[in-house]
């Protein structure tokens, strides 16, 4: 809140007037014989009273400090305005022996302005990338839709949504009102399960601004010989199968040489090329042959927070590696088989620019 400090100098000016001379009696004649007798003296005249000095200009008004805006995601606000703190002008010297009286000093500013309060952050935790997640958020149950299979598509609550899997199948959970998901299998060798943005991918990464993923997530039972959980999605032109892995059942992989510290933790960038049936599905239209893998691993893992996706393209592109048009970004669960189950309380896939 701000203060605004209003000082005001006043200053008196006060009029010493003249001393006046005393009568000085004049000396009387000798009498003379049959003289007359001598005058006395004229009385002297009083000095002339000094004006005083002017008043002294009162303190200029300090600026207040403007008001802090609410932050968002725990954003401090707004800084206060600098004022001078000021006393009012000092009072005029009187006149001395008929000499008008200096005028009073001006008074200095006002008192500073008070700093804009702190702005409020979110709750919970997983403030990584600016935007806070509250990772108590509860699963939702509220108008659940379950699909089943092994090559779905849809979309829910301006989200879209799939899986995918080369084994026996599983299911996906979406809510009409809530960017959230769950996912489950049972033994079906490699298995995706994802929700988030769908481009037309004829846009660089670069044209939608500052892209987040929020999520937070429970898992339980078995992943198989591999999993993955975090982000994941699609480049055409070149093809690119590209991760984001932030949390895993059986350790986090791959890590490599190459580092980056993006949202205040440190990850190990990797690239390579492989081959089989995803991509056939995924790239752009005549593709044919193996694709690029791009892949961004934590060095710690965590189950909820923000990721700045956006931030990992920068860093893949800063490595000299080609980056093609943006197709995909969405947060993901893959596994290499067994029987498990994950829940995602919050999932979700944000950008600056459309």
């Known amino acids: 809140m701000t203060t605004k400090a209003l000082v005001s100098g006043l200053a008196t000016c006060l009029l010493i007037g003249g001393c006046s ?64 703190s000021g006393s009012g002008g000092s009072t005029g010297g009187g006149g001395r022996n008929g000499v008008t009286g200096s005028a009073g000093r001006s008074g200095t500013g006002g008192h500073s302005g008070s700093g804009g309060a702190t702005g409020s952050g979110g709750s919970g935790t997983g403030t990584d ?18 699909t089943t299979g092994t090559n779905v598509n849809g979309s829910a609550d301006g989200l879209n949504y799939g899986i995918w899997t080369n084994g026996s199948g599983g299911s996906i959970t979406v809510f009409p009102n809530a960017h959230a998901f769950s996912a489950s299998w049972s033994n079906s060798q490699d298995f995706l399960a994802h929700l988030g943005l769908d ?9 939608y601004g500052t892209i987040q993923a929020q999520f937070s997530e429970t898992k339980s039972g078995t992943a ?7 982000m994941y999605g699609w480049m055409h032109s070149p093809c690119i199968e590209w ?17 980056a510290v993006i949202d205040g933790a440190t990850y190990y960038l990797t690239t390579s090329t492989t081959t089989g049936t995803g991509g056939a599905n995924a790239c752009e239209s005549g593709h044919t042959g193996g694709w690029t893998n791009i892949t961004s691993t934590r060095a710690s893992a965590r189950t909820c927070g923000t990721v700045t996706v956006s931030d990992h393209f920068a860093a ?30 919050v999932a979700n896939v944000t950008t600056t620019s459309n």
């Open 21 to 84: 001379s005393s009568e000085m009696p004049g000396s009387g004649t000798a009498s003379g014989s049959g003289g007359a007798t001598a005058t006395g003296g004229a009385t002297a005249t009083g000095g002339t009273s000094a004006s005083g000095g002017s008043p002294g200009s009162g303190g200029a008004t300090a600026t207040g400090g403007t008001t802090g805006v609410t932050g968002k995601g725990g954003t401090t606000g707004g800084t206060g305005g600098t004022g001078g």
């Open 199 to 207: 481009f037309n991918a004829s846009k660089a990464y670069t044209a």
């Open 316 to 345: 893949w592109a800063k490595q000299g590696w080609n980056l093609g048009t943006l197709a995909s970004v969405h947060i993901n669960v893959e596994v290499g088989g067994g029987t498990g189950s994950i829940q995602f309380p």
């Open 224 to 230: 198989g010989g591999f999993s993955m959980i975090g």
């Open 129 to 146: 990338g600016g935007l806070t997640v509250d990772c108590t958020t509860a699963f939702p149950t509220s108008g659940a839709k379950t």
């Open 243 to 259: 991760y984001i892995n932030e949390d895993s059942w059986n350790g986090l992989a791959p890590h490599g040489s190459v580092t």
